[in-house]
Every structure is written in C-alpha cells, then in structure tokens.
C-alpha cells in the first residue's frame, strides 16, 4: 500500500458562514468538506465536471462531522482531505478541518458516496475513475 495523499485546501471564514458572535455554522463545515473533496478530484484529474461528462456522479449517501473547536469569521480555516476507503461502488474520504494560522483541530470527518449512472442506478466506479484514486488510498 503507497502513501496515502492528502489535498489540502485553505480559505478564509465568510462572514454569511457565520452566527451573531461570528462563530462558523456548524452546516459550514459541511460545505467546507465538499470543497476539500472537489479540490481533491480536482487535483486527481478527475474532476467533478469531466466525471459528469462520461456519464457518471457521486452521491452523497451519509456524512458524518465530529466538531472540536469553533471557527470564526476571518479566520483562515484548512480542509485535508483523504480517500478513507474505495469499493466497487462506494468511496468514502476522511477530513480532518485545522485553523490555518494556528493549526488547532476545528472537526474531523467523513462522508460516503455512491457512484450511479445517469438514470440514478448504483454503478460500479469506472476503472478509469478507480485508477485515479486508488493510486493514492
């Protein structure tokens, strides 16, 4: 098994992420760990889009976010993101969210994605698109 690689994306707190004390929304982190996880296909060479195109989509079937400390707006907040697990048919990334400046632990994570087809069938992840991350899990 190689080592396992781990995209990471970092950006600032907006304020509409945030309540009246500034505090990030715990549904942020959320949206958060799509970006990492799109960086992350991005960076794969198998993005999202060029996914679509061939027929093919990710759909979320579960997530799961463990919240440590609170973000606040005009922080800088970093998302790792990880393949956890590759099947036939599912993918699951890890994501660990850290404050970019001081690296303190903001939540840790996961979501599961089934790949289906254009009518919305499960579908067995195309070779093409298993190569590109099982290389790196």
């Given at each position: 098994m190689g080592e396992q690689r781990i995209v990471e994306t970092t950006?600032?707190?907006?304020?509409?992420?945030?309540?009246?004390?500034q505090i990030a929304h715990h549904s942020s982190y959320?949206?958060?760990?799509?970006?990492?996880?799109?960086?992350?296909?991005?960076?794969?060479?198998?993005d999202y889009a060029r996914m679509e195109r061939s027929g093919y989509f990710f759909a979320v079937t579960g997530i799961q976010?463990?919240?440590?400390?609170?973000?606040?707006?005009g922080e800088r907040v970093t998302v790792?993101?990880?393949?956890?697990?590759?099947?036939?048919?599912?993918l699951t990334f890890g994501y660990e969210i850290v404050n970019a400046e001081?690296?303190?632990?903001l939540a840790t994570g996961q979501s599961e994605l089934?790949?289906?087809?254009?009518?919305?069938?499960?579908?067995?992840?195309?070779?093409?698109?298993?190569k590109l991350q099982a290389a790196d899990s």
């Open positions: 950006f600032p707190v907006r304020y509409a992420e945030t309540d009246q004390m959320v949206v958060w760990m799509e970006e990492g996880r799109s960086e992350f296909m991005r960076q794969s060479g198998a976010v463990r919240y440590l400390s609170p973000a606040h707006y790792r993101t990880w393949v956890k697990d590759l099947r036939s048919r599912q001081n690296g303190t632990r089934v790949c289906t087809d254009r009518e919305g069938r499960v579908a067995r992840i195309p070779e093409m698109w298993r």
